[in-house]
């Protein structure tokens, strides 16, 4: 069985930096997409960035591109984001996902094992 566990969150201030952690166990975790996703209060759960199971490209929301990175060490079975600048309105769950099919270019959220979240909160 999958299991993703996410750690690194916490409380900084505007414009500095926090590094998330995913732990992935349960599956051959070389050959699977992952992603990044987040929940703020009161909204929907949206993209954050996703890697592809090459680790050889990466995607993100507008929101957080030049900021963010996503990375992955396939021999601690780890996905990282990188989270620099941090604004306010980046406050939310932050949750990872892998994909339950392998091989794949991009996370499909709908199908998808998801981790139990680690808050981020940017204060201003």
């Known amino acids: 069985q999958v299991q993703l566990v996410e750690s690194g969150g916490g409380l900084v201030q505007a414009g500095g930096s926090l590094r998330l952690s995913c732990a992935a166990s349960?599956?051959?975790?070389?050959?699977?997409?992952l992603g990044w996703f987040r929940q703020a209060p009161g909204k929907e759960r949206e993209f954050v960035a996703d890697?592809?199971?090459?680790?050889?490209?990466?995607y993100y929301a507008d929101s957080v591109k030049g900021r963010f990175t996503i990375s992955r060490d396939n021999a601690k079975n780890t996905v990282y984001l990188q989270m620099n600048s941090l604004k306010p309105e980046d406050t939310a769950v932050y949750y990872c996902?892998?994909?339950?099919?392998?091989?794949?270019?991009?996370?499909?959220?709908?199908?998808?094992?998801w981790g139990q979240g680690t808050q981020v909160t940017v204060s201003s």
């Open positions: 349960g599956s051959t975790f070389s050959i699977y997409g």
């Open positions: 890697i592809r199971w090459t680790g050889g490209s990466t």
């Open positions: 996902a892998q994909n339950s099919a392998p091989w794949s270019d991009r996370i499909h959220a709908k199908t998808a094992y």
